[in-house]
Every structure is written in structure tokens, then in C-alpha cells.
């Protein structure tokens, strides 16, 4: 694996800390729903400095940036900035 692999491989473990989190915000209490929102709003936001980082062009970005944007939608829809 070089490099680059370990560096999509941390940017996708990023974007399903970021979907758990958001799943253990569902119903729960209100001041842990607020905790794992920031958790994983903060998760997204390393994914999506990683993606910049990475300069990636074509198919492989595209996918990135799809699943990054979905996370995105589900921040949105919890509240959260981003």
C-alpha cells in the first residue's frame, strides 16, 4: 500500500467516524446528540481537508467527494455548520 492508499484509506475511516457518529446522535438525549454532532462534524472536516490535500483528479475524487457530500447533507440536517 503506498502512500497515497493509506491516505484514502484515513480520509474513508474519517467519513464512517463521522456516518457513526451521526447514527448515535439519533435519538438520543439532546446534550449526547450535541457531542457526537461535533464529533463527527469535526471527523468531516478532517476527511475534507484530506481530500484537498490529497489532489486527487477523475473518478477517484469524484467518489471522495460524493461520500464526503453526503456527510455534508447529513450535518446539515443535524444542525450542524459546515
Known amino acids: 500500500m503506498d502512500a497515497i492508499e ?3 484509506a484515513w480520509l474513508r475511516s474519517q ?7 451521526l447514527d448515535a446522535a ?3 438525549p439532546v446534550d449526547m446528540a450535541r457531542r457526537n ?3 463527527a462534524r469535526q471527523a ?3 476527511a475534507r481537508q484530506a481530500l ?3 489532489n486527487l483528479t477523475g ?3 469524484q467518489a471522495l467527494a ?7 447533507d447529513r450535518l446539515q440536517a443535524a444542525g450542524a455548520k459546515v
Not at 460524493?66 to 455534508?72: D, P, S, T, W
Open 66 to 72: 460524493q461520500e464526503l457530500a453526503g456527510v455534508r
Open 37 to 39: 454532532i461535533d464529533r
Open 59 to 61: 473518478e477517484p475524487h
Open 15 to 21: 467519513l464512517t467516524v463521522a456516518r457513526w457518529h
Open 26 to 28: 439519533l435519538g438520543a
Open 52 to 54: 484537498r490535500d490529497l
Open 44 to 46: 468531516y472536516d478532517g
Open 6 to 8: 493509506r491516505d484514502i
